[in-house]
């Protein structure tokens, strides 16, 4: 049967697949375009099937605040190859899919992935979206923050972005995006030493007694000199004994006070594509 050029444009609107393969899909169900819909949706399980073990490691990592910069989120979408990383509808897709997890207060990655777009779950959309770009679509990671002020912040070329958290409301803007690209840059563990989890504590005096051992410093003296190193990894490591990389004479901590006394962040996140 013949398929007109409206229908196809009109598939093609609803479902974002090309040109050709809602042409064949309409063929195929013989003009019912309710089926096309369908029939275009399954070849997306097929794909999604067929390319389930292969590995998805680029990608687009996307952070935005509400408007009350009182919320934020950041949103992972990954897909095999950097060309349809740089894809716009694929950039679109992973934005719409962040404002709509923001729009609607969500706390957790399961409830992203059963949010509702247009009718249907995002997890369904990501496995149609699979079929129509011929590559593994993943949604591996979401995290929410609240906080007095968060600011969000993407690094150019959509693989890193951070969210920080600030216990104080209308922090001065310069200062939130300094903070949140000195996250960026520097990648600290955790905001400050008490934050540290105790298993990464452990395993950094334990390299550090094995250098020092390495070295041929006497066993007695281990435990002791380790604690320096360890102050040392804190200093370097969590986000407020950090030195500020825009005046390093000055830690966070001591720049956050010389802009509002009772000023410190609560809490960060970051993701980095390339870690």
Do not use: W
């Amino acid at each position: 049967m013949e398929i007109s050029a409206a229908d196809v444009m009109k598939l093609r609107k609803a479902t974002g697949a090309g040109m050709m393969d809602c042409k064949t899909a309409l063929a195929d169900a013989e003009g019912d375009f309710n089926r096309a819909i369908d029939i275009i949706r399954e070849k997306g399980k097929l794909v999604a099937s067929k390319r389930a073990d292969r590995a998805a490691n680029e990608g687009v990592v996307l952070a935005k605040v509400n408007e009350s910069k009182k919320s934020g989120a950041l949103l992972v979408l990954n897909c095999e190859t950097d060309f349809v990383a740089k894809n716009e509808s694929f950039v679109a897709f992973a934005q719409k899919i962040l404002d709509t997890a923001i729009a609607n207060n969500t706390t957790n990655l399961d409830a992203v992935k059963a949010l509702v777009l247009d009718g249907r779950t995002v997890e369904d959309h990501i496995i149609e979206q699979t079929g129509i770009i011929g590559e593994k679509l993943d949604l591996p990671y979401f995290a929410k923050l609240d906080a007095e002020t968060v600011v969000a912040y993407i690094h150019p070329g959509n693989k890193l972005s951070t969210l920080v958290g600030f216990n104080k409301p209308d922090v001065e803007v310069q200062v939130t995006k300094d903070i949140a690209m000195q996250v960026a840059a520097m990648n600290p563990v955790a905001v400050d030493k008490d934050d540290v989890p105790a298993e990464t504590v452990a395993k950094e005096l334990e390299i550090a007694k094995e250098k020092f051992r390495q070295e041929g410093k006497a066993e007695a003296m281990l435990d002791k000199i380790s604690q320096g190193a360890l102050v040392k990894f804190f200093k370097e490591n969590t986000l407020l004994n950090q030195a500020f990389i825009k005046e390093n004479k000055q830690t966070v901590a001591e720049f956050l006070k010389s802009t509002d006394k009772g000023l410190t962040v609560t809490a960060f996140y970051r993701y980095n594509l390339a870690d």
